[in-house]
């Protein structure tokens, strides 16, 4: 008859389940460091939320407008501007002793908010053409609007798309 071999000391379910309950548990040091100071304190990692922190450096820093920093585990300066990134952050911290999450305060727009956005209007659609039409203006000449109020609506996305050349040409076109 086959005989297990005696279960070792500790061996057993998986511990994977407890684990995760004492991280929902567990806490973790704050510190956010700007305008030549410091804060800290400690939090349930669970209930960390961009939001309050957020709240902690309005409170604290009076600064209106900021961004937040932290070193990854690559010693990458990585922004946080969301509680999954957030939490990503909190889950690095939770892995070292002790769980220090340390925020860097930045004053001013985070990069990405700083980048100019898209134009809010879109292109004219290009107006369907005879085949044996040529076009006129050459290759980077825009498409002849369907009707004068499309010409004026999309006028200020052709003159912040167009070179300048396309562009003193399609000006001085007579309408």
Same mark, same amino acid.
């Given at each position: 008859?086959?005989?297990?071999?005696?279960?070792?000391?500790?061996?057993?379910?998986?511990?994977?389940?407890?684990?995760?309950?004492?991280? =929902?548990?567990?806490?973790?040091?704050?510190?956010?460091?700007? /305008?030549?100071?410091?804060?800290?304190?400690?939090?349930?990692?669970?209930? @960390?939320?961009?939001?309050?922190?957020?709240?902690? *450096?309005?409170? /604290?820093?009076?600064?209106? =407008?900021?961004?937040?920093?932290?070193?990854?585990?690559?010693?990458?300066?990585? /922004?946080?501007? &969301?509680?999954?990134? @957030?939490?990503? +952050?909190?889950? !690095? +911290? !939770?892995?070292?002793?002790?769980? *220090? !999450?340390?925020?860097? !305060? *930045?004053?001013?727009?985070?990069?990405?908010? #700083?980048?100019?956005?898209?134009?809010? &209007?879109?292109?004219?659609? +290009? #107006?369907?053409? #005879?085949?044996?039409?040529?076009?006129?203006?050459?290759? /980077?000449?825009?498409?002849?609007? +369907?009707?004068?109020?499309?010409?004026?609506?999309?006028?200020?996305?052709?003159?912040?798309?167009?070179?300048?050349?396309? @562009? =003193?040409?399609? @000006?001085? *076109?007579?309408?």
């Amino acid at each position: 008859e086959p005989r297990e071999p005696p279960e070792k000391e500790g061996s057993g379910p998986d511990p994977a389940p407890e684990q995760e309950s004492q991280n =929902k548990m567990a806490t973790v040091i704050v510190k956010i460091s700007g /305008n030549n100071q410091t804060r800290r304190w400690t939090a349930r990692a669970d209930h @960390l939320t961009f939001a309050s922190i957020q709240k902690r *450096v309005a409170d /604290n820093f009076q600064t209106p =407008k900021f961004y937040l920093t932290y070193k990854d585990d690559e010693d990458d300066d990585i /922004n946080v501007s &969301t509680d999954e990134e @957030l939490q990503e +952050a909190v889950s !690095l +911290a !939770l892995k070292t002793e002790p769980a *220090v !999450l340390r925020l860097k !305060l *930045v004053e001013g727009l985070s990069p990405a908010a #700083a980048r100019p956005s898209p134009p809010t &209007t879109s292109p004219p659609p +290009a #107006a369907p053409s #005879a085949p044996d039409a040529a076009p006129q203006g050459g290759a /980077n000449a825009p498409p002849a609007p +369907a009707e004068p109020s499309q010409s004026r609506q999309s006028e200020s996305w052709w003159v912040s798309h167009m070179p300048s050349h396309t @562009l =003193k040409r399609r @000006l001085s *076109v007579p309408s």
